[in-house]
């Protein structure tokens, strides 16, 4: 298993230039940085080849994720936003294929943020229209080696799946290789009972995963039970990447999407603290 880290720990803005956290994670030890899929998708050619190289140059590879904005949403009862969004997640597809392909994980299947509108209780409608339209775009990832890897979580970010069940439903109705489910120790804290049941049965649907405290701090500043976790992904020889997710600083789009509304690097230096988080998750899981 491969350890990463999310460019987006570094930053307040989610499109930025990723060259500098390339080299941020390599020289810390991680062996995988993990990128904003829609910006990789508008880049110029030019400009992801450069990405490309510069993380084989570090020895370092390189995984997506994104949580698709409103206009774009494949669940959406207008016609027109889900031809969008179909057609922005072949373009990423496309776009990722160009530099080897790999694994797409986030909010792929509807948009993010997003709640039921006022008054609707029944979210069927929204996932049948999402799986209908993923059906088509998946055939694109198919073709450029890409994985999507639809993201559990709460209930407090999205309602189309909160739940390891309701993804393995879901991947099994679009029936590709290339779809697989994606789960996060700090959505499984709020929504599932256990966390080594939720991975086990995810088992061979798990095609990433995400880690970060109950407190979206790194791995070791909360309560997460890690040899639960550990326990999990080792009793279904979980091969794929580990990815860790913090979010620490307010301010800018990351700290208003992510709600972060008190600054938790106070007094930490955030590198250091990687570095930590790192030598903490090795141990754990390896």
């Known amino acids: 298993m491969k350890i990463g880290i999310y460019y987006a720990y570094w930053v307040n803005n989610w499109n930025v230039d990723f060259h500098p956290f390339i080299d941020k994670a390599s020289d810390i030890g991680f062996d995988v940085i993990e990128l904003n899929a829609g910006t990789i998708t508008l880049m110029t050619k030019e400009e992801r080849k450069s990405i490309k190289s510069h993380a084989d140059d570090k020895g370092i590879e390189l995984s997506y994720v994104v949580g698709l904005q409103s206009q774009y949403d494949i669940s959406s009862e207008n016609l027109s936003t889900r031809k969008s969004g179909i057609n922005f997640l072949q373009q990423m597809s496309e776009a990722i294929g160009e530099i080897g392909g790999g694994p797409v994980g986030g909010i792929i299947y509807g948009s993010w943020p997003a709640s039921l509108p006022q008054n609707e209780h029944d979210k069927r409608p929204y996932v049948d229209r999402s799986i209908e339209s993923m059906k088509e775009a998946i ?148």
């Open 139 to 286: 055939k694109s990832a198919e073709d450029n080696n890409v994985f999507f890897n639809m993201e559990v979580v709460n209930r407090f970010e999205q309602f189309i799946m909160n739940t390891c069940e309701e993804a393995i439903d879901y991947v099994k109705k679009i029936d590709s290789k290339n779809a697989k489910i994606m789960l996060d120790t700090f959505h499984i804290n709020i929504e599932e009972d256990f966390f080594k049941e939720s991975i086990v049965r995810a088992n061979n649907y798990l095609g990433h995963f995400h880690i970060g405290e109950n407190n979206r701090m790194p791995p070791g500043y909360g309560h997460i039970p890690w040899k639960e976790v550990a326990d999990g992904l080792k009793k279904i020889a979980y091969q794929g990447y580990i990815v860790m997710e913090p979010f620490l600083m307010p301010g800018g789009e990351v700290g208003r999407d992510i709600k972060v509304y008190r600054n938790l690097a106070k007094g930490l230096d955030i590198d250091t603290e990687a570095a930590k988080a790192l030598e903490f998750t090795r141990k754990v899981f390896q």
